[in-house]
C-alpha cells in the first residue's frame, strides 16, 4: 500500500484520481485546497488529513516524514493549470513522484527545468494522459501503425463544452492562469493526436476568442481541422434539442471515431499504469504543450485556407462585456 497526498481537492477532477487511489488499494494520507468543500473525502478516505493552506499542509508532510516515519510515494495534482508546475516541484522535494493533471505545465520550457528536478531528486513525474488508455483510442492507433506508412489521414475535430459565466471568473478564465480555451479543453486531443500520427508539421490559428479557438494542424500522418468552443450557442441544432450541453466529435476520412464511453475508469487505469512503473512521463506531453503555448501566441488569420466549417459561425462578445 502506498502513501498519497492530493492537492486540489474541491476541483471537478479530484474525485476521479480519489476513486484511483482508492482502487488501486493505495492510501490518502493528506488533502489540500483552500476551498473546504471536499465533503467527497468521505466517500473514499475519511481519515485522510485535510488543509486549507499550503504552509499547515508542507509542515504535515514534513512531520509525517520526520517524526511518523511515514514515506509519501506520490503527490496527485489537480490544482488550477497555472500552479502545476510549482505543485510537481514541491512534491519531488518531498521525495515524491508527482502525478499530474494535463495540461502538465503551460510552457514549455517549464518541462525542461522539471526535467533538471528529476535529475537531482531521482524521483519522477507522471502526466495523466487518460485518452491513452482508452480502448477506442490504443484500436485507433494499431489501425495507423498496421496502415499504409505514406498514407495521411484527413481529419476533423469538434469538441464544444457548454460553460455559464462562472467560468469567465474563475481561473479558467484567466489565460495566464488557464492557458485559454485551446489549452484548458484541448489539450488531450491534441496528445492524442501527436501520440497516434507523429511529429507536428504545419500549426495554423483560425480564430481565437474568450469563448473559443479553431486551427489547422498537419502531423507527418494526418491534417486536422479542429474547433473547441464552451458558447452553447455554437452547438447544432439537433444537441440542443436533446437537451445536450456538449458534443464531441472525431472523423476521420469522414467516419465517425465512436469513444464517448468508457471515460469513467481510465483515471485507475492511468494509475495501475504508473504504480507499475509504466505510465507517461515527463517528455510524454511535450508536443502537445508546444502545439497549445504556439495557439496561444499566434495571430488568427480568420477563415483562410483549409478551416473548419464552424469558424464561420458568429462570434460572440464576452459576457461581462457592455
Given at each position: 500500500?502506498?502513501?498519497?497526498?492530493?492537492?486540489?481537492?474541491?476541483?471537478?477532477?479530484?474525485p476521479?484520481?480519489?476513486?484511483?487511489?482508492?482502487?488501486?488499494?493505495?492510501?490518502?494520507?493528506?488533502?489540500?485546497?483552500?476551498?473546504?468543500?471536499?465533503?467527497?473525502?468521505?466517500?473514499?478516505?475519511?481519515?485522510?488529513?485535510?488543509?486549507?493552506?499550503?504552509?499547515?499542509?508542507?509542515?504535515?508532510?514534513?512531520?509525517?516524514?520526520?517524526?511518523?516515519?511515514?514515506?509519501?510515494?506520490?503527490?496527485?495534482?489537480?490544482t488550477?493549470?497555472?500552479?502545476?508546475?510549482?505543485?510537481?516541484?514541491?512534491?519531488?522535494?518531498?521525495?515524491?513522484?508527482?502525478?499530474?493533471?494535463?495540461?502538465?505545465?503551460?510552457?514549455?520550457?517549464?518541462?525542461?527545468?522539471?526535467?533538471?528536478?528529476?535529475?537531482?531528486?531521482?524521483?519522477?513525474?507522471?502526466?495523466?494522459?487518460?485518452?491513452?488508455?482508452?480502448?477506442?483510442?490504443?484500436?485507433?492507433?494499431?489501425?495507423?501503425?498496421?496502415?499504409?506508412?505514406?498514407?495521411?489521414?484527413?481529419?476533423?475535430?469538434?469538441?464544444?463544452?457548454?460553460?455559464?459565466?462562472?467560468?469567465?471568473?474563475?481561473?479558467?478564465?484567466?489565460?495566464?492562469?488557464?492557458?485559454?480555451i485551446?489549452?484548458?479543453?484541448?489539450?488531450?486531443?491534441?496528445?492524442?493526436?501527436?501520440?497516434?500520427?507523429?511529429?507536428?508539421?504545419?500549426?495554423?490559428?483560425?480564430?481565437?476568442?474568450?469563448?473559443?479557438?479553431?486551427?489547422?494542424?498537419?502531423?507527418?500522418?494526418?491534417?486536422?481541422?479542429w474547433?473547441l468552443?464552451?458558447?452553447?450557442?455554437?452547438?447544432?441544432?439537433?444537441?440542443?434539442?436533446?437537451?445536450?450541453?456538449?458534443?464531441?466529435?472525431?472523423?476521420?476520412?469522414?467516419?465517425?471515431?465512436?469513444?464517448?464511453?468508457?471515460?469513467?475508469?481510465?483515471?485507475?487505469?492511468?494509475?495501475?499504469?504508473?504504480?507499475?512503473?509504466?505510465?507517461y512521463?515527463?517528455?510524454?506531453?511535450?508536443?502537445?504543450?508546444?502545439?497549445?503555448?504556439?495557439?496561444?501566441?499566434?495571430?488568427?488569420?480568420?477563415?483562410?485556407?483549409?478551416?473548419?466549417?464552424?469558424?464561420?459561425?458568429?462570434?460572440?462578445?464576452?459576457?461581462?462585456?457592455?
Amino acid at each position: 500500500m502506498k502513501n498519497f497526498a492530493l492537492m486540489g481537492a474541491s476541483g471537478y477532477i479530484a474525485p476521479r484520481h480519489m476513486k484511483a487511489i482508492k482502487e488501486t488499494n493505495n492510501n490518502l494520507v493528506a488533502a489540500l485546497d483552500k476551498f473546504d468543500s471536499v465533503g467527497i473525502i468521505d466517500s473514499f478516505f475519511p481519515n485522510a488529513d485535510f488543509f486549507t493552506e499550503f504552509e499547515r499542509f508542507d509542515r504535515h508532510i514534513s512531520k509525517l516524514k520526520y517524526e511518523q516515519n511515514t514515506k509519501l510515494e506520490y503527490v496527485s495534482i489537480c490544482t488550477p493549470n497555472y500552479l502545476h508546475d510549482a505543485h510537481i516541484r514541491f512534491a519531488l522535494r518531498q521525495g515524491a513522484d508527482a502525478i499530474c493533471e494535463k495540461p502538465l505545465v503551460l510552457n514549455p520550457w517549464n518541462i525542461d527545468a522539471l526535467a533538471q528536478i528529476e535529475n537531482e531528486t531521482g524521483n519522477k513525474i507522471y502526466n495523466i494522459l487518460q485518452l491513452r488508455v482508452h480502448p477506442s483510442i490504443i484500436a485507433l492507433k494499431e489501425k495507423i501503425d498496421k496502415g499504409p506508412k505514406d498514407k495521411i489521414y484527413d481529419i476533423d475535430l469538434t469538441y464544444l463544452t457548454s460553460r455559464g459565466h462562472w467560468y469567465y471568473t474563475s481561473w479558467k478564465g484567466d489565460v495566464s492562469k488557464s492557458g485559454g480555451i485551446a489549452t484548458n479543453i484541448g489539450v488531450h486531443f491534441f496528445d492524442m493526436l501527436s501520440w497516434i500520427f507523429g511529429d507536428l508539421k504545419q500549426n495554423t490559428v483560425h480564430i481565437n476568442t474568450h469563448d473559443r479557438s479553431a486551427g489547422y494542424l498537419e502531423f507527418e500522418k494526418a491534417r486536422v481541422r479542429w474547433f473547441l468552443s464552451i458558447n452553447y450557442d455554437v452547438l447544432p441544432d439537433e444537441i440542443k434539442a436533446k437537451g445536450q450541453t456538449t458534443y464531441r466529435s472525431i472523423t476521420i476520412e469522414g467516419e465517425e471515431l465512436e469513444f464517448s464511453g468508457g471515460f469513467t475508469d481510465l483515471h485507475t487505469v492511468s494509475y495501475q499504469e504508473i504504480i507499475a512503473g509504466k505510465g507517461y512521463g515527463l517528455e510524454a506531453p511535450r508536443q502537445a504543450i508546444e502545439i497549445v503555448h504556439e495557439i496561444r501566441h499566434a495571430d488568427p488569420i480568420g477563415a483562410k485556407g483549409d478551416f473548419h466549417p464552424f469558424v464561420k459561425k458568429p462570434l460572440a462578445k464576452h459576457p461581462f462585456e457592455k
